[in-house]
C-alpha cells in the first residue's frame, strides 16, 4: 500500500496523457522506486490516471493569517 499526493497524482497523469500508459510508469516508478515490475506499476498507473479531483460542497477557501493584515 501507499499513498499518493495531489502533486504526485498529477505528474503521473500528465505522464499518461502526454506519453501513453509506458511513460506513465516510468514517471510512477521514478517517483515510487518500491515499484521493480511493471505489471503491477501499470494497475497503479490506470487507477491514477483514472482519478478526478473531488469538490467538496460548501468549501471555502481560507486566507493565512498574513495574508489578511494590513502592510501598514
Request: hydrophobic share 45%.
Amino acid at each position: 500500500m501507499f499513498m499518493v499526493s495531489d502533486e504526485e497524482a498529477e505528474l503521473i497523469q500528465t505522464a499518461y496523457h502526454r506519453g501513453g500508459e509506458l511513460a506513465a510508469v516510468a514517471e510512477l516508478r521514478r517517483v515510487f522506486p518500491v515499484f521493480q515490475g511493471n505489471e503491477r506499476a501499470v494497475d497503479a498507473v490506470r487507477m491514477i490516471a483514472g482519478w478526478r479531483r473531488v469538490q467538496v460542497a460548501g468549501a471555502v477557501a481560507r486566507r493565512s493569517p498574513r495574508a489578511s493584515r494590513d502592510p501598514a
